[in-house]
């Protein structure tokens, strides 16, 4: 009776996780290429997990597949948030071969654009379907009223997801965190460093306010 007790309670606690709210949710991590989401996504999962999600590169498109690391569960203040997170491949409206020849032979190259290019059809897959809130990662050295960005905010917003404006790269002296919040003033905009973990505290928060 015991044993079986025990298959009941096991089978009854995966029941309830399918059937309830408890599931993690799926957070996608979007933004531009360059603009440090793989850096966040990793900073995420190594604090919480102690583990990477995917490898960082200076080269543009280093990610060009969505990757996803399931349960990542952050605390703070008493409340739990249990999360998905899914760094997706930056969003471009092109992608020429000819920016990467600097780092690598053409046929790469070739090879590396045509990869990227399926990788925004597959952001954009992931967009439309399958997450439930959104990190917006946009580099504060750069300017952020663009054609990408203008879209996908709409995208986001069409779909009513929950969304945080991360604006990263404060470390860098031609940061401007004013600049994004004033291009996108209807979004709460979280300023960082991911790559030297400034201000990640305030970052965990938010998502354990707007995603718990």
Known sequence: MGLLTGLKDSISRVTDRLFTDEQPKRIGIYGPPNAGKTTLANRIARDWTGDAVGTESHVPHETRRARRKEDVEIERDGRSVS?????TPG???????EEFTDEMEEDDAIRRSREATEGVAEAMHWLREDVDGVIYVLDSAEDPITQVNTMLIGIIESRDLPVLIFANKIDLDEASVKRIEDAFPQHKTVPLSAKEGQNMDEVYDNIAEYFG
């Open 83 to 87: 999360i998905d997170i899914v760094d």
């Open 91 to 97: 969003v471009t409206t092109k992608v020429d071969y």
